[in-house]
């Protein structure tokens, strides 16, 4: 991607460069059976610069096909063949390859400061405890379900739509967020205000299609999800009967729950999702929450305007509410708490939900070592406003060792060359009038850019993590960001803030913010290697530069202005023109197929790719400036640097996953599969096919009348 930081990928508020959730680890590489063909491969090198750094690596070229067939195979073919995913893994690629080299940087940097004894408040306090606590796994199993036993027994003892409001209020605070939850974001129209949100959620299923599509495929994974239901709930204390009884209950209500959600697609809207409502208007639209007394009990002073992004889903909450027995309510709210609190308890509670969500869903066939379970919880995800964690303490450890003032310096030198290469491609385009123009090149001299790490680290002060406490450390680290999170109610936006922890292996661009983000953990090699030679870099990090530069004008980043307000800047006429030219990039991806029978959809993918195809031709436009500037190196390993460029793009978006989890992230990720990513841009670029002798009529080369061109 780069991935969505936001609460469920579901606002506009960011958009980013990896493929969604999954983090894979290192591939296990076996040599080549067979020689590759000489005839093939690329041509010895007649000249290089004595200084440049190789590290592209043709060995794992697949000579046997023509890069204007399939350039993906032709650079990973062989990569391909030999990678093996390993048990605890959905998958392999480049991206966890970088991950599995900072997580080594992470767990030396856990485990020094678990074994020391550093101030309290600090650093190294902080997470050397919380991560002693997680590897604690004697004293966490001797809990069992006792971290969560008051939280059952207030369930249980609801006996009237009061104690249900009051309980609902209640789980809130316990990070326990159904069935929706409550998060500040920016005002969408007035972006130096923030707003409460209220958008739709509750389920435990990935997607709402999962409940609602009746191919037998579904079902039987409807099945085993009202099993595994079952299972949680006997854990928690629950006899078979019972809690087989519950189980079935809880699919109904999440069901239920589903048709009153809008789809993924759907909510891609950004004026769709926009519906501020008054305080009144709000208990008017939902009267059975009672919100004034709601927002009293969570701890919030009653907002004058909340955003209610999906109306019907609120709708339909509060007809639950208001009909559904409390009897199912209270089964739900039971399985969600086990749910969301699964991580922090006993190793059965642990096991069943990697059987379902991880092995089940995603394919995998072992789980994590348990060092790496913690160094993640300890990580957290900060993004969205809620989420265990510690991360940002962690990233200030992790920079220390990993990401120095000189990387930093080149990355951001990087950005102003990318943003010059884009600056000219607006201004020379044929299809855009000169106001359009005017409007977009002051966005992106607008655009914010962080790099590697923030200015200001966050201050962890008021958060108390104990060195005995695995369960406790979460659920404050929870709780810490949620009211972090509401507190910046009526307060003015923070514009230092970030939404990725340093040691975070993607980037983002954040529409409201109006800012581009590149974490230390993605400036790292074969991303960003300052040794290589520039066709390399840009190449890499160019295209993740140019991806997230171009997001600020994907089908969703164009509608928002230089100050991140939601406003029609465009001309109707351009507006029509760029339609017409994102159109053939949603017609091109809905034709390939991910897995099986299933298709990529080219409208939940719209923005991604629209990115990627603008981020390599702005990153090659600007690789090109560079050798102006530096002087071409002449051919290394047998290629040019515009080949070299377009290997390196290749090798980015190496990737081999599960089926499970192509059939997953299809289904709800908005980044398409790493094949893709890589041939739909290059095959709509005339530089690729000059670059490669690709010819018309080659897989590579689209037809004119089908080749996207946006920016």
């Given at each position: 991607m780069l991935r969505r930081p936001a609460f469920a990928l579901a606002f506009v508020a960011a958009a980013g460069l990896v493929c969604a959730a999954a983090a894979l680890p290192a591939p296990v590489v076996k040599e080549p059976?067979?020689?590759?063909?000489?005839?093939?491969?690329?041509?010895?090198?007649?000249?290089?610069?004595?200084?440049?750094?190789?590290?592209?690596d043709p060995s794992t070229f697949d000579t046997s096909v023509k890069p204007g067939e399939d350039f993906y195979r032709y650079v990973n073919g062989t990569w391909m063949a030999s990678a093996e995913i390993p048990a605890d893994e959905t998958g392999v690629g480049s991206f966890l390859e970088v991950r599995d080299r900072n997580q080594a940087v992470l767990r030396r940097v856990l485990e020094r400061a678990a074994a020391g004894k550093a101030a309290p408040g600090t650093p190294e306090q902080l997470v050397g405890d919380f991560y002693a606590s997680g590897m604690d796994s004697a004293r966490i199993d001797a809990q069992?379900?006792?971290?969560?036993?008051?939280?059952?027994?207030?369930?249980?003892?609801?006996?009237s739509v009061d104690d249900l409001r009051a309980e609902l209020a209640h789980l809130q605070t316990e990070a326990v967020r159904v069935p929706?939850?409550?998060?500040?974001?920016?005002?969408?129209?007035?972006?130096?205000?923030?707003?409460?949100?209220?958008p739709q959620g509750g389920l435990g299923l990935p997607d709402r299609d999962y409940y609602l599509k009746q191919d037998p495929g579904s079902q039987a994974l409807r099945d085993k999800y009202q099993a595994h239901v079952s299972k949680m709930l006997q854990l928690a204390g629950d006899d078979a009967a019972a809690a087989d009884a519950e189980a079935k209950s809880v699919m109904a209500f999440e069901t239920r729950l589903a048709g009153a959600q809008n789809t993924r697609v759907e909510r891609r809207d950004p004026e769709a999702n926009y519906h501020p409502t008054t305080l009144d208007s709000l208990e008017a639209m939902a009267p059975e929450f009672q919100f004034r007394r709601f927002f009293a009990a969570v701890g919030l002073q009653a907002p004058a305007v909340v955003n209610v992004a999906w109306p019907k889903y609120l709708r339909e909450v509060n007809a639950m509410v208001a009909g559904q027995p409390l009897d199912d309510w209270k089964a739900y709210l039971r399985w969600h708490l086990v749910r969301s609190t699964a991580g922090g308890l006993s190793s059965p509670f642990v096991q069943e939900n990697w059987n379902f969500y991880a092995h089940t869903l995603s394919g995998t066939e072992a789980m994590a070592p348990r060092w790496r379970r913690v160094l993640t919880a300890v990580d957290g995800d900060v993004r969205g406003g809620g989420g265990a964690g510690i991360?940002?303490?962690?990233?200030?450890?992790?920079?220390k060792e990993a990401f120095s003032p000189a990387a930093k310096a080149r990355a951001r030198e990087m950005v102003d060359n990318l943003r010059a290469a884009l600056r000219e491609r607006i201004a020379t385009l044929d299809w855009m009038s000169d106001a359009t123009k005017q409007a977009a090149i002051a966005k992106l001299d607008a655009f914010q850019v962080k790099v590697g790490y923030p200015d200001h680290w966050r201050d962890y002060a008021g958060l108390t993590v104990a060195r005995d406490d695995w369960f406790g450390n979460i659920r404050r680290s929870e709780q810490f960001e949620l009211h972090r999170n509401w507190d910046k109610l009526g307060k003015p936006?923070?514009?230092?803030?970030w939404g990725m922890t340093p040691p975070t292996v993607n980037a983002y661009y954040n529409s409201r913010m109006n800012e581009i983000v590149f974490p230390a953990g993605i400036l790292q090699p074969p991303f960003f290697d300052p040794d290589a030679d520039d066709a390399v870099i840009y190449g890499g990090i160019g295209t993740v530069i140019g991806h997230e530069m171009t997001h600020g004008f994907d089908d969703q980043g164009r509608k928002s202005d230089a100050v991140g307000n939601l406003r029609d800047w465009w001309t109707p006429e351009d507006a029509a023109r760029y339609k017409e030219r994102a159109d053939k990039v949603a017609r091109q991806f809905d034709g390939y197929v991910a897995v099986d029978t299933m298709h990529?959809?080219?409208?939940?993918?719209?923005?991604?790719?629209?990115?990627?195809?603008?981020?390599?031709?702005i990153a090659y436009a600007a690789m090109e400036k560079a050798?102006?500037?530096?002087?071409?190196?002449?051919?290394?390993?047998?290629?040019?640097?515009?080949?070299?460029?377009?290997?390196?793009?290749?090798r980015i978006w190496r990737q081999k996953m599960r089926p499970e989890t192509i059939r997953l992230r299809t289904a709800t990720d908005p980044h398409s599969p790493g094949q893709f990513r890589c041939d739909g841009p290059l095959s709509n670029l005339p530089e690729f096919a000059k670059a490669w002798g690709a010819k018309d009529g080659d897989a590579m080369v689209r037809a004119e009348a089908d080749r996207a061109r946006i920016w």
């Open positions: 059976k067979t020689k590759l063909p000489a005839h093939a491969a690329p041509k010895p090198a007649r000249t290089t610069h004595a200084a440049v750094h190789r590290v592209i069992g379900a006792k971290p969560i036993a008051a939280d059952l027994a207030a369930i249980s003892a609801i006996q929706f939850p409550l998060i500040a974001m920016q005002d969408l129209k007035h972006s130096t205000q923030m707003m409460l949100q209220i991360g940002e303490a962690l990233g200030q450890l992790y920079v936006v923070d514009r230092t803030e990529v959809n080219g409208r939940l993918t719209l923005g991604e790719n629209i990115a990627d195809l603008g981020g390599v031709a050798l102006a500037k530096h002087g071409r190196p002449g051919l290394i390993d047998g290629l040019t640097p515009e080949q070299r460029f377009f290997v390196s793009y290749a």
